[in-house]
């Protein structure tokens, strides 16, 4: 029997209630009280019995019949993602191909060289853009630049980046070899054999300090990427070896742009800073058993250090449940921008195949009760961000000591910063790769020193090289003078307008000369901040931006001045939006 069908007739076997066997005779019996629960799960079970029976009929009819070669194994995955796409964005079918990424993403754990990799400007080949500290391809002499030719022999020419990473992959103690075209001498190759080993991405790639108004280390900084396996322990680490180097003040805790992870590690950040056994966060489901408590566990490291939690649009998950649960028992105060409104809890289950679904359980409610999820995690503005939320949608609740907090998707901060962001000409400088190229040439060139700066006649050499660099650049303005035009001739305007119009976009037409000038001093900072990595690795680049990072100062002059920081965590009300 298939098992389409063994499913079908399970289901519909529920059905079947026992009795006396046909043309007995039995003595009638009240008909006991029906029990509701019961009878809705039986209809739910027909239902799924009548649906899947559909299906198979109609898989079994397409597979038989249909004029061209059919691949059964596509169609039923391309049939299962259909189906959970109307369902949440989270919810998703992982095949077994794809398990390996997924693991990778919630430990921080693979078996490989320790090297990060891209396209090369011209898309041609595949390029190393950083190696990690200390990693097998650290060890070996990688440099960001290098290009990486073939990998066991197999041409990487034209690959794209997962077809090269997959091969760089593999299991620990094996050797790859790799044949470079290094970044010093382009017109030479060079042969590497490189032992793959088991690579931990650390989760705080940095700590430090945020110096004071006299320049002094009084409050501390810990960056954490993400909530992978163990990155509570990083977070001790780290806390605990600030608190041995000078007096804690205050502690920034940066979650920006941490999209989140494993829910155990977010309940334990927590307790470095809340006493034993306080409520972090609960889920609650449809079905019973997803619904739990978290406590805190153990006692805390910093329970009086004075705290703030840096966020912005893309804090999400496990990053939501530290900032909002440090936030309703008035334990920290929260910097930034609003976070991502992820609230949705996900858990594996396998279906076949070594593949798994990703399935939305239940929901995350912080200690105040109010639930993290976005109302609507389907419409956002373009930077991701939650969109608006009418206010007869918003609930307000109170945090520990009486402050008004509010649901409606994510976490409101207590001290609003403006996000920074960059110019769509940067954008795509970055996305262009030349950044990078330039970076890489110049840390080969030349020893900078912590405190470099992209000088005038750095500026001018980049410059120099984007002479004759092809890049297509159109700007919102000219975007909108698109659209105008269309509405103009559309409503008979255009002729009228033509000229203003074509003075417009002779003002604004896109010059690569005229937007390097206009966007210098942002093109100057991601260009230091290339160059740091490749000399300094990502510790350094963070410590880098560091001094120019206005929200991480406005943290910590908050966290300085004990009437502000008192008044905030005691009386002051979050925004509704």
Request: hydrophobic share 45%; net charge neutral; with cysteine.
């Given at each position: 029997m298939s098992?389409?069908?063994?499913?079908?007739?399970?289901?519909?076997?529920?059905?079947?209630?026992?009795?006396?066997?046909?043309?007995?005779?039995?003595?009638?019996?009240?008909?006991?009280?029906?029990?509701?629960?019961?009878?809705?799960?039986?209809?739910?079970d027909l239902e799924i019995g009548r649906s899947m029976e559909t299906f198979f009929n109609i898989f079994r009819e397409v597979n038989l019949y249909y004029v061209d070669t059919t691949s059964p194994a596509q169609m039923v995955r391309e049939a299962g993602n259909a189906m959970l796409e109307g369902l949440d964005p989270y919810t998703e079918y992982l095949p077994a191909e794809?398990?390996?990424?997924?693991?990778?993403?919630?430990?921080?754990?693979y078996a490989g060289l320790g090297a990060l990799i891209r396209k090369s400007s011209d898309g041609r080949w595949i390029e190393v853009a950083e190696p990690y500290r200390g990693t097998p391809s650290d060890k070996a002499g990688l440099k960001a630049g290098d290009r990486i030719l073939s990998v066991d022999g197999v041409d990487m020419q034209g690959k794209e980046v997962v077809f090269a990473s997959d091969r760089m992959r593999g299991k620990a103690g094996t050797t790859a070899v790799l044949v470079i075209s290094p970044i010093v001498d382009t017109t030479t190759t060079k042969t590497l054999h490189i032992k793959r080993e088991r690579i931990s991405v650390p989760a705080v790639p940095y700590y430090g300090w945020v110096k004071d108004s006299t320049g002094a280390d009084s409050v501390g900084y810990i960056r954490l990427n993400s909530f992978t396996?163990?990155?509570?322990?990083?977070?001790?680490?780290?806390?605990?070896?600030?608190?041995?180097?000078?007096?804690l003040k205050g502690l920034v805790l940066d979650l920006r742009d941490n999209t989140g992870g494993i829910l155990g590690e977010a309940v334990k950040i927590v307790g470095?800073?809340?006493?034993?056994n306080t409520i972090v966060v609960t889920t609650k489901g449809r079905v019973p058993e997803m619904n739990a408590t978290y406590r805190?566990?153990?006692?805390?490291?910093?329970?009086?250090?004075?705290?703030?939690?840096?966020?912005?649009?893309?804090?999400?998950?496990?990053?939501?449940?530290?900032?909002?649960?440090?936030?309703?028992?008035?334990?920290?105060?929260?910097?930034?921008?609003?976070?991502f409104g992820k609230g949705l809890v996900q858990s594996t289950r396998p279906v076949g195949e070594n593949g798994y679904i990703k399935l939305t359980t239940a929901k995350y409610y912080t200690p105040s009760g109010r639930c993290i999820q976005a109302v609507d995690y389907s419409h956002r503005n373009e930077d991701r961000s939650v969109g608006a939320v009418p206010d007869s949608l918003i609930a307000s609740f109170r945090t520990a000591g009486g402050r008004t907090v509010y649901d409606g998707g994510g976490i409101m901060p207590d001290v609003r910063t403006d996000a920074d962001y960059f110019g769509k000409f940067t954008v795509i400088l970055l996305g262009s790769g030349y950044i990078d190229d330039f970076a890489n040439r110049y840390a080969v060139e030349h020893s900078p020193s912590r405190d470099f700066a992209v000088g005038d006649s750095v500026y001018a050499a980049f410059c120099g090289m984007m002479a004759d660099k092809p890049i297509t650049f159109e700007s919102g303005t000219e975007q909108l003078l698109t659209q105008l035009r269309k509405v103009a001739e559309r409503e008979k305007y255009s002729e009228r307008i033509a000229g203003e119009l074509d003075a417009i976009a002779e003002k604004i037409k896109d010059d690569k000369t005229a937007e390097l000038k206009a966007f210098s001093p942002e093109i100057r900072e991601v260009l230091a901040d290339a160059v740091m990595t490749r000399w300094y690795y990502d510790a350094g680049r963070l410590e880098y931006m560091l001094r120019r990072d206005r929200t991480a100062r406005k943290a910590a002059a908050v966290l300085l001045d004990k009437g502000e920081y008192t008044r905030i965590i005691a009386t002051q009300d979050t925004d509704k939006k």
């Open positions: 098992i389409f069908r063994h499913i079908i007739f399970s289901a519909a076997a529920v059905l079947c209630v026992s009795g006396p066997a046909s043309g007995a005779t039995a003595k009638k019996q009240p008909a006991p009280a029906a029990d509701s629960s019961a009878i809705a799960s039986q209809r739910r794809e398990m390996a990424a997924f693991e990778t993403m919630t430990t921080g754990k396996e163990n990155c509570a322990a990083e977070v001790r680490n780290a806390l605990t070896a600030l608190q041995h180097q000078a007096p470095l800073f809340m006493p034993r805190t566990v153990g006692e805390p490291v910093a329970p009086t250090v004075p705290l703030a939690v840096l966020t912005n649009s893309a804090s999400a998950s496990a990053s939501e449940i530290v900032a909002g649960s440090l936030q309703d028992l008035d334990r920290a105060v929260i910097v930034g921008q609003r976070s």
